[in-house]
């Protein structure tokens, strides 16, 4: 099965503050993008990488990395749109006809392990959806609005999403298309699939998965890196 990635950074990075927005951050000498892409360039059945960032940067990306983009099967890149689902929908509009598997995968995540990538390949062959994510190791309380606990929630059967998160193409077009042009905010990807009515499987993670949003992240995942 031929099997696309799109990977998406096209928020704006608000929380960590600074003129330079997060995949473009450096850590040890190169931006995070960069790093991601290299962890999905290296599997052997992704065919092709569609990058989706902010408007206004798909040229300056391109004139200035073009050689590592190419080297890394950076096949298009795409603006994004105001939400985060309008972004991904913009992407996997890009993706190859002939694709039969999309991975979507946050591109401030560099620290993704390659079999991690390829066990959720392997999973969205079997079921048609899976994703990425780590079990729940705090311990959960439930608050009214006025904060006092209501509850304990047993977290033997939660887990913390994360990316990547595979689909059938069509799988995923047809969820996009179902909710995409409703005012519903999603806030990852499986939550479409699930809303349409189809299963979506847990590939077992690790915590070292982060998605970088602070400034203790980035020494995180310096530290990681090196």
């Not at 890009?94 to 995968?105: N, P, R």
Request: one cysteine or more.
């Amino acid at each position: 099965m031929k099997v696309s990635a799109v990977l998406v950074g096209a928020g704006l990075g608000l929380r960590m503050g600074g003129p330079v927005k997060k995949p473009f951050l450096q850590i040890r000498g190169k931006p995070i993008f960069l790093y991601t892409i290299e962890r999905f360039s290296q599997i052997d059945s992704i065919s092709e990488i569609v990058l989706v960032v902010g408007e206004g940067e798909t040229q300056s990306l391109r004139d200035q990395w073009r050689g590592d983009l190419d080297a890394c099967k950076v096949k298009k890149i795409v603006a994004g749109g105001k939400r985060r689902q309008d972004s991904v929908y913009n992407g996997l509009c890009e993706t190859g006809a002939d694709t039969e598997i999309v991975l979507i995968h946050d591109i401030v995540r560099p620290l993704v392990r390659r079999e991690h990538i390829e066990a959720v390949i392997n999973k969205v062959r079997e079921s048609g959806a899976a994703i990425l994510a780590a079990p729940m190791k705090a311990t959960v309380k439930e608050t009214g609005s006025d904060l006092r606990i209501r509850r304990t929630v047993p977290r033997n059967n939660l887990w913390m999403a994360q990316t990547p998160q595979g689909f059938k193409r069509e799988l995923i077009l047809k969820a996009f298309n179902q909710f995409n042009a409703t005012d519903r905010e999603f806030t990852d990807d499986a939550q479409i699939v699930e809303m349409a009515g189809d299963p979506v499987y847990i590939v077992p993670g690790t915590d070292e998965n982060i998605k970088i949003t602070t400034p203790e992240d980035m020494r995180i995942a310096g530290a990681l890196l090196a």
